[in-house]
């Protein structure tokens, strides 16, 4: 018997069960379908956050001072002698400074915790963010310290019920929890840094963001007791970004007369361990997708060796009239081949389906990948092979005459 005889055969046995057999396929169907839209989507919110990430921290740098004693940190990055300093050699494009904290917004009755950026019209060059409603704040705001901020959207929503509606409203937050809180007027509406994570992650607890000019913080908590958490600089040229981080460093150490005091480094290094964490969580949740792949097979060599059994009186007729063992091991081997393979090919056309669903409804644009998509083929194939090894041997070494007596 060729091989195109055995290929016709375990079709036609195939289409003698089809129930059966759609129902031995279904593992690999499950498997793959979900092993391709996880690896989508999963590519594709990576993308997107990464992506906002690295544009964001292109050719930009940040410094701060290298040390555990917040005193120390402050005595040597307060002033704003030293910034001048900086802005003065004509050396960067942009030089802002800026305070981050975390403050607490009066909310029905609760405080919800928030991410303050104090900024001035440096930072905001450097630092930008997508206004969705209002306005950024106006260069006479920034000089004289008028109680104003900025909100993401997300934030706007749940205390406004829609972001367009924070505008012109008032806010109140406190740095601290024993600090009263401070009514503020709002002016903007911001993008939420994280909104596309919520969107991969599925997070319903979300990161509240908001911003205030330098000089406004100043006046209400006395930036005289404190300082700058931060320089942040960006270079004229991405491309010089190193030689400009090094001379930056150079001199802040000229200045303090220290050396080894600063920490100087790049703001698409968080999007580059950022994006190393993603690749992670994608490769683990595409691994536990595949695990079905694996349960799967274990059901086409369960059936398999249901067949065989069922089988057996036709095995024997076969071999009594010339059938040979390999020929017997051959057409079984292409039955679990082609069970898998058919598969396969469904579990892949309803993965893309799914992922591209899926892709719309939280818009995030999934990312094939070919080798993916290849080997995912080539693995359902593989596990037609692997797991039908075991049925189709028993076939082949069946003795004929106990075949010929089965009942």
Same mark, same amino acid.
């Given at each position: 018997?060729?091989?195109?005889?055995?290929?016709?055969?375990?079709?036609?046995?195939?289409?003698?069960?089809?129930?059966?057999?759609?129902?031995?396929?279904?593992?690999?169907?499950?498997?793959?379908?979900?092993?391709?839209?996880?690896?989508? &989507?999963?590519?594709?919110?990576?993308?997107? /956050?990464? @992506?906002?990430?690295?544009?964001?921290?292109?050719?930009?740098?940040?410094?701060?001072?290298?040390?555990?004693? $917040?005193?120390?940190?402050?005595?040597?990055?307060?002033?704003?002698?030293?910034? $001048?300093?900086?802005?003065?050699?004509? &050396?960067?494009?942009?030089?802002?400074?800026?305070?981050?904290?975390?403050?607490?917004?009066?909310?029905?009755?609760?405080?919800?915790?928030?991410? #303050?950026?104090?900024?001035?019209?440096?930072?905001?060059? /450097?630092?930008?963010?997508?206004?969705?409603? @209002?306005?950024?704040?106006?260069?006479? $705001?920034?000089?004289?310290?008028?109680?104003?901020?900025?909100?993401?959207?997300?934030?706007?929503?749940?205390?406004?019920?829609?972001?367009?509606?924070?505008?012109?409203?008032? /806010?109140?937050?406190?740095?601290?929890?024993?600090?009263?809180?401070?009514?503020?007027?709002?002016?903007?509406?911001?993008?939420?840094?994280?909104? $596309?994570?919520?969107?991969?992650?599925?997070?319903?607890?979300?990161?509240?963001? &908001?911003?205030?000019?330098?000089?406004?913080?100043?006046?209400?908590?006395?930036?005289?007791?404190?300082?700058?958490?931060?320089?942040?600089?960006?270079?004229?040229?991405?491309?010089?970004?190193?030689?400009?981080?090094?001379?930056?460093?150079?001199?802040?150490?000229?200045?303090?007369?220290?050396?080894? #005091?600063?920490?100087?480094?790049?703001?698409?290094?968080?999007?580059?361990?950022?994006?190393?964490?993603?690749?992670?969580?994608?490769?683990?949740?595409?691994?536990?997708?595949?695990?079905?792949?694996?349960?799967?097979?274990?059901?086409?060599?369960?059936?398999?060796?249901?067949?065989?059994?069922?089988?057996?009186?036709?095995?024997?007729?076969?071999?009594?009239?010339?059938?040979?063992?390999?020929?017997?091991?051959?057409?079984?081997?292409?039955?679990?081949?082609?069970?898998?393979?058919? @598969?396969?090919?469904? @579990?892949?056309?309803?993965?893309?389906?799914?992922?591209?669903?899926?892709?719309?409804?939280?818009?995030?644009?999934?990312?094939?990948?070919?080798?993916?998509?290849?080997?995912?083929?080539?693995?359902?194939?593989?596990?037609?092979?692997?797991?039908?090894?075991?049925?189709?041997?028993?076939?082949?070494?069946?003795?004929?005459?106990?075949?010929?007596?089965?009942?």
């Amino acid at each position: 018997m060729n091989l195109l005889e055995s290929l016709k055969g375990a079709i036609q046995n195939l289409k003698g069960n089809k129930v059966r057999s759609f129902l031995t396929m279904l593992g690999i169907i499950i498997g793959i379908s979900s092993v391709i839209t996880m690896s989508a &989507i999963g590519a594709g919110g990576r993308k997107n /956050i990464t @992506g906002f990430l690295k544009e964001g921290g292109y050719g930009k740098f940040t410094i701060s001072v290298d040390k555990d004693d $917040e005193q120390f940190r402050w005595k040597y990055l307060l002033e704003p002698e030293t910034i $001048e300093s900086l802005k003065e050699t004509n &050396i960067f494009k942009n030089v802002g400074v800026n305070i981050n904290t975390w403050v607490f917004l009066d909310f029905e009755k609760r405080k919800e915790p928030a991410f #303050l950026v104090a900024t001035t019209t440096d930072f905001e060059k /450097i630092d930008k963010i997508n206004y969705i409603f @209002g306005r950024n704040f106006l260069p006479f $705001e920034y000089e004289n310290g008028e109680k104003i901020i900025s909100i993401d959207n997300l934030t706007a929503q749940d205390f406004f019920g829609s972001a367009d509606k924070a505008i012109g409203n008032e /806010i109140s937050f406190a740095v601290g929890r024993k600090n009263s809180p401070i009514s503020y007027k709002i002016v903007g509406v911001f993008k939420n840094p994280l909104e $596309e994570l919520l969107k991969v992650t599925g997070g319903q607890r979300i990161a509240r963001f &908001i911003r205030t000019p330098l000089n406004t913080y100043d006046k209400v908590y006395d930036l005289s007791k404190g300082g700058y958490n931060s320089i942040i600089i960006e270079s004229k040229n991405p491309e010089n970004l190193a030689a400009d981080m090094k001379n930056a460093n150079t001199i802040l150490e000229n200045i303090t007369g220290i050396k080894g #005091l600063y920490q100087v480094e790049t703001m698409s290094n968080a999007a580059a361990s950022f994006d190393n964490i993603l690749s992670t969580l994608n490769l683990f949740i595409t691994f536990v997708a595949g695990i079905s792949l694996f349960v799967g097979g274990i059901g086409v060599m369960n059936i398999m060796l249901v067949s065989v059994i069922e089988r057996t009186k036709e095995i024997g007729i076969r071999k009594a009239i010339g059938a040979t063992n390999k020929d017997i091991l051959i057409q079984f081997l292409m039955e679990s081949i082609i069970l898998t393979g058919i @598969g396969g090919v469904i @579990g892949v056309l309803i993965g893309i389906s799914l992922a591209v669903l899926i892709g719309v409804l939280i818009n995030i644009p999934p990312i094939f990948s070919v080798f993916s998509i290849v080997s995912s083929l080539s693995v359902s194939s593989l596990i037609g092979l692997v797991f039908g090894v075991t049925p189709a041997k028993k076939a082949a070494q069946l003795n004929p005459i106990d075949s010929l007596r089965n009942e």
